[in-house]
């Protein structure tokens, strides 16, 4: 089988029912895709497979023969992050940053597909993405910045301005 | 400060969002071997065969590891702090949770390991199971476990109860214009991090160890890890510190030891990740909390003094219990400040998994109780939710329940927060309550006696 993935040409020797991310965690060393629950519950192992959004631990790796797969390895570099990508750094979006790969390549697929900056929408968009670090705000708001057309400063964060504290006497100091 | 009150971006954000970030399961090393686990299919039964000679003679399978392969087999996780262990590293002729580690197989890939488990064979002898932490009293019940009886039983001054005593409890309960009692359970909860447990183990050519670990307590591990292996720390090399979530659930080494002893035995580099359907089968989960609280009040809303029973469901073993009771009854009086009080905690086995930490060990069931009550309280009362709270919560110097003086309690502040948060309004007399030492109207008799010096931690 022949797949693309990340714009290189790849042959597969794997069984033909390998799951996807079998193949390419274990046989191409692609290990952005996780095994969060290998059952399509997490959407840890979400990839690109010709533009669309997949869950490869459901996907036999036969069924997508001469497809082009994108993980987050394809969307952008340390040198040169995608949009996506800065906007979860600039949102705090990553804790522990399991989760974080799928959601990207989902997340880009949402704003590359015109998805609007409404946090219903992008919810929706982004259902069954599981994150048990964030409690999600962060996600929502680095999605919601990125199809606002925002642009992200890296080197710092965004801050909360709903945040409401009461100043305690003395602490200024 | 550069730093303090400044926002600054995740040191490992680029990692994190390239995929670069490189977790237990990302490490590759040549000539990795897989692991697969067999687990015990029943809460409660003695093993009365265990034969692994089939399953160590398919072909793929470089090591079976049993209890017999494990110098030291009873390890605690409390060990260092003086309390017996109780818990095999894998079970020799009891299992006492479904899901109990028998055994663990490495082999050429996960699919052999998992077929190799399937070909050890057990047989097991039922026995009946105890799943209520309230039926473990009952002089019937069937013992769960075999160091400490069915409850935890070897507290300081030879007592199977941690207690505290404080003040007159008898006293409060004469003087109290109102009674309110209230029973509280709260259910085991899973942490569920997206990375299940997960372990490479290397055998280095030196005969030292490299264990890549998704611990959340590096030196803890370390420290089960040699005692299990009775080896010096010098012989063993972890490497961690990217964990895939934790939420206390990654403080127990579940993974380590038997990825590391199952290296030892084939000789190879072997990983064990674990299914998620393994994950919420048998790894540590925040346990249940059984909760009764009586509390002595006066009808202008002081809390005299609270009388409290726990039990806390702490699963077959004990690992951390102890301690998170011990915690608990610091805590019992919330972030309120109660002179008189009277509390009785139990750690009671039951076969189910051993719990653990999770976000508040000890804690975050009791403030659900704490926090319910104090709402039926003041309906009760009468009186608004929050000025019931904010007379009574703690100020400076005023002390908990192991007799701590509290130097910066923020419980006026928080309390203030959340009103404004929610848009609720305060009047100004709570609006101008601070957490400073009481005195005047906010220094009833009842608390005078309490008040500590500061200092304490
Ligand atoms: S690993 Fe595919 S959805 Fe969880
Ligand atoms: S950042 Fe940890 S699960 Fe999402």
């Known amino acids: 089988m022949e797949l693309t993935v990340n714009s290189v040409a790849r042959t597969v020797q794997s069984p033909p029912l390998s799951s996807l991310l079998t193949v390419l965690r274990e046989e191409l060393d692609i290990t952005s895709p996780k095994a969060g629950c290998e059952s399509g519950g ?19 790796v036969c069924a ?13 570099t340390p040198e040169d992050l995608s949009r996506v990508q800065q906007a979860f750094i600039h949102h705090y979006a ?25 946090t219903g929408d992008i919810g929706e968009a982004l259902a069954g993405h599981y994150c048990r670090c964030t409690g999600y705000v962060k996600i929502l708001e680095a999605v919601a910045a990125v199809a606002r057309g925002d642009t992200f400063d890296t080197a710092s964060t965004a801050s909360s ?5 009461v100043t305690i006497a003395g602490a200024e100091s | 400060m550069k730093v303090v009150g400044a926002r600054l971006p995740r040191y490992d954000g680029v990692g994190h969002v390239t995929g670069r970030t490189t977790y237990v399961d990302d490490v590759r090393v040549p000539g990795m071997l897989h692991a697969a686990a067999l687990r015990s299919v029943h809460h409660n039964a003695r093993i009365t065969r265990l034969d692994t000679g089939a399953a160590a003679a398919m072909a793929g399978v470089h090591a079976v590891v049993t209890h017999a392969d494990v110098p030291l087999l009873v390890y605690g996780h409390l060990s260092g702090a003086g309390i017996p262990g109780d818990e095999p590293l894998l079970a020799k002729d009891h299992v006492r949770y479904r899901g109990q580690p028998i055994a663990l197989v490495a082999a050429d890939t996960v699919d052999i390991a998992r077929a190799a488990c399937a070909a050890i064979e057990v047989d097991y002898e039922e026995l009946p199971a105890l799943f209520d932490v309230r039926l473990g009293f009952d002089g019937d019940a069937p013992v769960i476990n075999d160091t400490f009886g069915n409850w935890y039983d070897q507290y300081e001054g030879n007592l199977d109860v941690r207690q505290i005593r404080k003040g007159d409890i008898d006293a409060a309960m004469d003087a109290a214009d109102l009674i309110v009692s209230g029973v509280y359970r709260t259910q085991s909860v899973e942490q569920v991090p997206l990375e299940t447990q997960v372990c490479v183990a290397i055998p280095e050519p030196d005969g030292r160890l490299t264990i890549h670990t998704c611990t959340q307590a590096m030196y803890f591990s370390l420290g ?6 009775q080896l010096p720390m010098s012989q063993v090399k972890m490497v961690g510190g990217t964990v895939g979530g934790g939420f206390g659930g990654k403080v127990d080494t579940a993974s380590d030891t038997l990825t590391a002893l199952a290296a030892q035995k084939s000789g190879q580099p072997v990983k064990w990740r674990w299914t998620r359907e393994e994950e919420m089968l048998a790894s540590g989960n925040r346990g249940p909390w059984h909760m009764e609280i009586i509390d002595a009040v006066t009808s202008d809303g002081w809390i005299l003094g609270r009388k409290m029973l726990t039990i806390h469901d702490a699963g077959a073993y004990g690992r951390f219990s102890v301690y998170g009771l011990t915690k608990h009854s610091f805590h019992h009086t919330g972030a309120y400040s109660i002179p008189n009080l009277h509390f009785d905690g139990y750690v009671v086995f039951t076969n189910k998994i051993p719990t653990t930490a999770m976000r508040g060990y000890g804690v975050t069931g009791l403030s659900t109780a704490i926090e319910v009550h104090a709402e039926r309280v003041a309906k009760e009362l009468g009186m608004d939710p929050y000025e019931f709270r904010l007379k009574n919560a703690n100020r400076v110097n005023d002390t908990s329940p192991n007799r701590i003086a509290y130097e910066d309690p923020s419980t006026v502040e928080v309390l203030q927060s959340l009103a404004a948060a929610t848009g609720v309004e305060l009047g100004d007399g709570l609006r ?7 005195s005047g109207d906010m220094l009833p008799d009842h608390l005078v006696a309490q008040i500590g010096s500061g200092g304490g931690h």
Do not use: K, W
Request: aromatic share 4%; charged share 15%; hydrophobic share 35%.
């Open chain 1, 94 to 118: 990553a804790q522990c940053g399991f989760c974080t790969d799928g959601l990207i390549v989902a997340a880009t697929a949402y704003v590359g597909g015109g998805g609007s900056a409404d």
């Open chain 2, 224 to 229: 089960v890890v040699c005692s299990h292996l």
């Open chain 1, 42 to 60: 997490c959407g840890a192992c979400t990839v690109l497979v010709d533009g669309q959004p997949r869950r490869s631990c459901l996907t036999a």
């Open chain 2, 432 to 438: 101008a309550m601070t957490r400073e030492q009481r």
């Open chain 1, 64 to 76: 997508v023969d001469g497809a082009e797969v994108t993980t987050v390895e394809g969307l952008g």
């Open chain 1, 161 to 165: 301005a709903n945040n409401t504290y």
